[in-house]
């Protein structure tokens, strides 16, 4: 069993950064970083593998956000740049019980953070 907890949520203005944090209490393998918005369903935001070599973004944040790890922490953020009201959603993080692999569905993942706000103004 893993426990994931999620740090680094706010309110921040349009075009401002935050960098989520996703601390977990043991070895994880692939993570992945999702965000829900009230009324929508839960969106795929990034993913990365456990060696963290390979990453893959969802079409809205490309460019914008940077998913990375650091193994010796258990830990794996999300640097989100340039944001957008849109933005706004709980950020949860995910972790699979596989290595290798990107994965970008939400059944793919078998534990899940609580969850953190990111609430972005215009």
């Known amino acids: 069993q893993v426990q994931l907890v999620e740090s680094g949520g706010g309110l921040v203005q349009a075009g401002g950064s935050l960098r989520l944090s996703c601390a977990a209490s043991g070895r994880t393998y692939a993570m992945g970083w999702f965000r829900q918005a009230p009324g929508k369903e839960r969106e795929f935001v990034a993913a990365i593998t456990g060696s963290g070599y390979s990453t893959s973004y969802g079409d809205s944040v490309k460019g914008r956000f940077t998913i990375s790890r650091d193994n010796a922490k258990n830990t794996v953020y999300l640097q989100m740049n340039s944001l957008k009201p849109e933005d706004t959603a709980v950020y949860y993080c995910?972790?699979?019980?596989?290595?290798?692999?990107?994965?970008?569905?939400?059944?793919?993942?078998?534990?899940w953070g609580q969850g953190t706000q990111v609430t972005v103004s215009s």
């Open positions: 995910a972790s699979s019980a596989a290595y290798g692999g990107i994965y970008r569905r939400p059944r793919e993942y078998d534990y």
